[in-house]
Structure formats: C-alpha cells, structure tokens
C-alpha cells in the first residue's frame, strides 16, 4: 500500500501516505496475523518435509515469486526525479493549457532512459535518451515524450517494430548489438535511408551524454497549440539544460560502463542529494499553421527533420527544477506510464504517423506491462485533478465504485455528473480540416528527403565533433561481419558528405564510394543556406 500521489518535492500525500511504512510493532502475515518465526518452515519433524500447510511458507515465497514485472519493451532502463515546472506565462497568447500561465506551479515526475538496452544494462552505452516528463497539472495529467535528440529513426510508426527487432540483441545468443555484431542495427538504417539523420546524431556526441542533468530534450513531432480565441500554432517543444550540453569521449563511455555501469543514475541521484538541484528550460519554436504545414520548405510533419533554431528561435516558456529522489524505485520510476495523449486543453497532436501510431502504442503496452487497465491508478500515475470516469472493474482495480452501473444519461443514479463545455474546461479536439483524401499507405512526396538535414548537422560540427563522428561510424561498422553492409553504410555517408565517407572508408580499409544522390538535392533548402556563412564549413 502507498500514499495517494506524490506532492511537489516527492513526498508521498493523500490519505493512503500513513500506510506507506511496514511500521507495525509486530511482524505479520500479509492478513495482518502476528509471526513467531520467519526463518524455519513447518515440518514433519526437524529434518522435514515440508508441510503445504505452512501458509507462512506460501504466502512469502509466491509473493516473492512474481516480486518482477515485465521490463519495457524499449527505454527499460531509465533513471527518474520528482520536480517542479514553473510557467513563466510567456506561452499564455498561443495556448490556453492553465499550467502555462505566469507563475503556475506544477509538479513533475522525469524518467531519463537508455532505449535499447535491458533494465540492467550500463548507462553510458552509444544510444538515444528517452527524457519523459509528467506534468500533474490541474487539469489532468500531460506527458511530453521526448528523446534527447530532435528526430526519429523512422517516418512512420508502422516500422518502429522492426527499427527496434534490428537494434535489439540477436535472438540466438542475446549479446547486445552495442558490444557485438551489429548488421541488423547498419542493415536497417542504411536500407531505410530516413534513419540517417537520426543516426548521424547517434554517432556524434549526443550519442554518449556526461550525464542526464547535461543533456537537451525534445519532444520531436509537432504539437498543435490552441489558445482561449481557437486559434492554433504549430510548435516543437525543447527542453535546455542550465549546465549546459555536455558528452562524455568513446574512451570515458567505455571505462564507465564497466567501472560504473550505474554512472548516470548514481550522477542524477547524488546531485539531488546533494541539493545540486537539475533545471532544465522548456521552450518552444513556434511556426504557423498553415494548410500544407510547412514551414520554409521544411515538413512539420516529418520527424526526421528539425526545424533549425536560426529559422525559428527557441522561446523558454518556463522552468523545471528536479529537487527530490523517488523514495521507491519500483512504484515511482518502475510502474511510471507516460503516453503522448496524455493531453490538456490548449495542446493537440498533429498527424505526424509516427505520432499517429504512438497514441495507440503506449496504452496497449502499459496494459501487459503493468497488469491490466487499472494502473492509471499507480500513486505515481495518478493525476492531481479529480477524476469522474466511466471506467469500472478490471485486474488489480482499487477503487470501491458505489451507486448503480456507469452510463449516461441515468435516471436511477441522483443525477449524472456534468459533461464539460469549452467555457468549464473540457478538452475540446481541435477541429482540424482532413482533406478529401484516398485511402493510401504512400507516404507524401515531402518525406522522401534523407539526406540534406544530415548534411546540414555534419558541416554544423567543429573538427573535433567531426572527429568523433568519424571514429564512431569506423568503429561500429567496423563491428559488422556482413562487408555489404559495411559497403552500404558507406553509401549513405557518400550522400552525407564525401569527406565523412572517404575518412570512414579508410578507417574500413574499404573503397570510398561516389554519392548516389546528385549533389544538389543534399544541398540545405534555399531558406537554409542563406544561414551558410555562419556555419564553420572547413
Ligand atoms: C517508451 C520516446 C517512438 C513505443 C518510450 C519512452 C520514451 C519514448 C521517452 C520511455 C518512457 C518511460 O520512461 O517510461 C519516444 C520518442 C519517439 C518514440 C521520442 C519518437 C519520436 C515510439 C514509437 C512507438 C513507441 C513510434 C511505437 C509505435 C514505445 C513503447 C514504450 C516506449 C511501447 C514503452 C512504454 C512503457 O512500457 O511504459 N518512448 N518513443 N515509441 N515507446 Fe516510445
């Protein structure tokens, strides 16, 4: 039994928080009746066997029997804070959402993860980060999902299976692909030319943060702003470390994974308790909502592709301060659901497919993950608004519901509660035009672009950047035993940049091949190369 929910520095609140502790006199069954002796199990004689009716005996070892959940099928390991997000009021003209109002306070819950690796696997592997964050605002619950990198491997939901089925330990042995072979990794991202932007960040520094308080977020797709008028803005949500981005080099990841394979769990742990408290700025780039929802010839749509900051500034909109450790792993970090439709008024989706797709997966998962359709009801995923649902019954339900069955309207039940209109709070779907449209799987024409955006990112780095970028992809596609594969990743590093290719082929000690994209389609977009002086291209 744990308390009701969580305040805002992590103390546990609510009616159920005076049950938290096993803090009887006596030690006792799970019913509550006194213990002599946990040590010996009855017998027939000193010497055995054991007797089934030891219900002692039974009771502890079942239950420690199912002690384990299933690990998340991906971000398993992951690391988490609570917190407070303060509004800075700023956003207040776009969105309606109250938390976003000047001086609101809201508390959070963070869970930073590795995505591929097991729940006991090394922090400080070459991976993406998730960074969720679950605002327990007034009105309902908001979860913003993001990763530490801008973009996705994938343009579509439909194939997050298999990006991840490739990334994954082979089925045979189970040996990561980090530490082992790793053509089915370099064989999907170089069949599936979309992963290369994602990649190309895995492989540059971002790809081994010094720790999570150092690392940016983002919530990747597009969001749909809607304020108290109706009227909507495109955004994309940052979050900015205080202390700044900063990475580990390839020679500290390695030596920490084996040394302390706990380094940024422990980092995050030990700075809160330290009161060296973690801030990060949210902030949003805002573009407007256009029809064909571009912006600058850039698909906001596409999730392979960022919008520039020079094209579209990041404005903070508030502050977020990790000020307290879960007190308990297992019911905070562990049993924690977040799900991009978590949303509140003011914040729509858009119909990004990979978005598409995540609204149906994160609920379906939890419900294997988490045993049942009841975990809503976790303290930790409980939201701080009242809750009147419709929703009954189920495995591991803990609410007692009284009156008669739930439909509306009902007569036999003293009146149904109210439904919501706009002006009392509801959250209203904004009512978005879908053209006329045929049924299709085609993707827009919009999508095809691969390799520019990488390009962009690769003549954005120093020397030194570039450096480590090279050294990454010699090493991990010097990891792959296919040789085509290696060939193919070097096809699509000839289409990011000739001189990445070429160093990395040398590394291989394989031919450098010529480009396969004519050169002026990697060119940035017209609206992007008016940034190119600024870029340090050597
Ligand atoms: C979990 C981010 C794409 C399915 C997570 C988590 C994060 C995340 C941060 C960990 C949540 C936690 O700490 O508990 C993202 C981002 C994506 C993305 C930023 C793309 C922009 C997808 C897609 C799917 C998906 C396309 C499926 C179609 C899942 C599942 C989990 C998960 C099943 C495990 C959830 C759980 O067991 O609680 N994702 N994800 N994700 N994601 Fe995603």
């Not at 064989?187 to 520094?205: G, I, R």
């Not at 502050?319 to 659901?337: D, I, K, R």
């Not at 519901?401 to 439909?407: D, I, K, L, S």
Request: glycine share 10%; net charge negative.
């Amino acid at each position: 039994r744990g308390p009701d929910t969580y305040g805002p520095t992590g103390q546990p609140t609510g009616a159920g928080q005076g049950r938290m502790a096993q803090d009887g006199a006596y030690l006792t069954t799970a019913q509550g009746a006194r213990l002599y002796d946990t040590d010996h199990s009855l017998k027939a004689g000193p010497r055995g066997p054991a007797l089934l009716q030891d219900h002692h005996l039974r009771e502890k070892i079942t239950h420690f029997d199912h002690e384990r959940i299933p690990e998340r099928v991906v971000h398993a390991r992951g690391a988490a804070a609570h917190g407070v997000f303060r509004s800075y009021g700023v956003a207040a003209g776009v969105t309606k959402a109250a938390f976003l109002t000047e001086g609101v306070e809201t508390p959070v819950f963070v869970r930073f993860s590795t995505v591929l690796g097991s729940r006991g696997s090394a922090d400080s592997v070459r991976d993406t980060r998730g960074f969720a964050t679950k605002f327990y605002t007034d009105e309902g619950v908001f979860d913003l999902v993001g990763n530490n990198i801008p973009v996705f491997f994938i343009q579509d939901a439909i194939k997050f299976p298999d990006v991840i089925h490739a990334g994954k330990p082979h089925p045979d042995r189970e040996i990561p692909q980090a530490q082992s072979a790793h053509d089915t990794f370099w064989d999907f991202v170089t069949l599936h030319t979309e992963a290369t932007h994602h990649t190309l960040w895995n492989m540059s520094d971002r790809g081994i943060p010094r720790s999570y308080r150092m690392m940016e977020g983002f919530g990747v797709h597009t969001f749909r702003l809607v304020n108290g008028e109706g009227a909507t803005t495109l955004v994309k949500f940052h979050w900015k470390p205080k202390l700044g981005v900063h990475s580990l080099v390839w020679e500290e990841a390695q030596i920490a994974a084996g040394v302390d394979p706990d380094f940024h769990r422990r980092d995050l742990a030990d700075a809160i308790e330290a009161g060296a408290f973690p801030q990060w700025e949210l902030g949003v780039q805002t573009f407007p909502d256009t029809e064909d929802q571009m912006f600058e010839g850039i698909d906001l749509l596409d999730p392979t592709k960022i919008v520039p900051e020079e094209l579209a500034p990041v404005r903070p909109i508030g502050l977020m301060t990790l000020n307290a450790n879960p007190s308990n792993f297992f019911a905070e970090t562990e049993q924690v659901a977040f799900h991009v439709g978590h949303l509140v008024p003011g914040i729509d989706v858009t119909n990004d497919p990979l978005l598409q797709g995540r609204l149906f997966s994160y609920l379906d998962t939890q419900i294997s993950r988490l045993g049942g359709p009841n975990f809503g009801q976790l303290p930790i995923n409980r939201t701080h608004a009242p809750v009147n649902d419709m929703l009954r019954d189920g495995m591991h339900q803990t609410a007692v519901h009284r009156g008669v069955a739930p439909y509306r309207p009902n007569s036999l039940d003293g009146g149904c509660p109210f439904l919501a209109g706009a002006d009392t709070g509801a959250y209203i779907e904004v009512p978005v035009e879908v053209p006329a449209a045929r049924k299709v799987r085609d993707a827009a024409a919009s999508f095809d672009d691969h390799f520019s955006q990488a390009r962009l990112f690769w003549l954005s780095m120093s020397p030194t950047e570039r450096e480590h970028i090279v050294d990454a992809y010699t090493f991990e596609l010097g990891k792959c035993w296919e040789t085509a594969v290696k060939e193919r990743g070097l096809k699509v590093l000839a289409n990011i940049d000739p001189s990445l290719c070429t160093q990395v082929a040398a590394g291989l000690g394989l031919p450098a091949p010529a480009a396969t994209v004519p050169l002026a389609a990697v060119e940035p977009s017209p609206a992007l190369s008016q940034l190119g002086e600024d870029w340090p291209v050597d």
